[in-house]
């Protein structure tokens, strides 16, 4: 399945709760405020711009597979010791030169193939580098794709929400050590009616609204939220911290 391009106004206005953990997150990068790190996924540069700002004397490599997330992120973050890479993280990345820490936040459930993500992170990861990330895990957003398939036929599930025993296999398999691996729930609760249903369309319904015809989009999206047991998205997150073996 190719990487969709996604609405990067909508989600800059609706990914509050991205931006809260992709905080949080970096803060488990040691960094010196030298290295060049890469950002993979960087969406529409929120976290990015906080990267940025550990990195005085460093460089950002802002990637990802949506074109209009980059050109959000350009537009917030210029040229100011950032560069941008559009690519997909599920082929070889096309990097000129190594990076020193890889960092990301809420992206690496959008790549269905984790062996291949994992080595092709680690073909561009210097020896020694940490990778540091989240994204949705095993759990993540059941309640949300149950409701979608009460409502009725759409897109196929574009994701792959993985457990810790299996990612840690994983990384070890792609040559990371000094690995730790850890779920957490998650639950973000949303403003009912159209904060909800915003966030629905945009973040995690986006791929299966493709599949249907422009006018069906909100009735479904509508009928989905409305099944769910309350305003609120059942988010489980998958953290990693690593090493790249030397």
Do not use: K
Not at 56 to 75: F, I, K, N, T
Not at 200 to 214: D, E, I, K, R, Y
């Amino acid at each position: 399945m190719s990487p969709r391009d996604w609405d990067a106004r909508s989600y800059d206005r609706v990914s509050d709760p991205m931006t809260g953990w992709g905080r949080t997150v970096l803060d488990r990068l040691p960094l010196g405020g030298h290295e060049r790190v890469l950002d993979a996924g960087c969406g529409t540069g929120r976290v990015t711009e906080a990267l940025r700002d550990r990195l005085p004397s460093g460089r950002v490599v802002a990637l990802d597979a949506s074109p209009s997330m980059l050109a959000e992120a350009r537009a917030r973050l210029g040229d100011d010791r950032v560069d941008y890479v559009l690519a997909d993280l599920g082929q070889p990345l096309p990097l000129e030169a190594p990076v020193d820490a890889v960092f990301s936040n809420a992206t690496f459930h959008w790549v269905r193939d984790h062996d291949a993500l994992f080595a092709n992170l680690a073909a561009v990861l210097r020896p020694g580098g940490p990778l540091v990330a989240q994204c949705g895990g095993v759990g993540n957003v059941a309640s949300v794709l149950e409701a979608a398939r009460q409502v009725g036929p759409s897109g196929p599930d574009p994701f792959y929400f993985a457990g810790a025993d299996e990612t840690r296999r994983c990384l070890e398999s792609a040559g990371f050590v000094d690995v730790d691996v850890w779920l957490h729930e998650e639950p973000t609760r949303l403003e009912p009616g159209g904060p909800l249903e915003e966030f629905l369309t945009t973040v995690v319904l986006g791929s299966h609204l493709q599949h249907l015809a422009p006018e069906a989009r909100p009735e479904f999206v509508r009928a989905v939220a409305q099944r769910l047991p309350r305003p609120e998205i059942d988010y489980v997150r998958l953290n990693i911290v690593a090493r790249r073996a030397r």
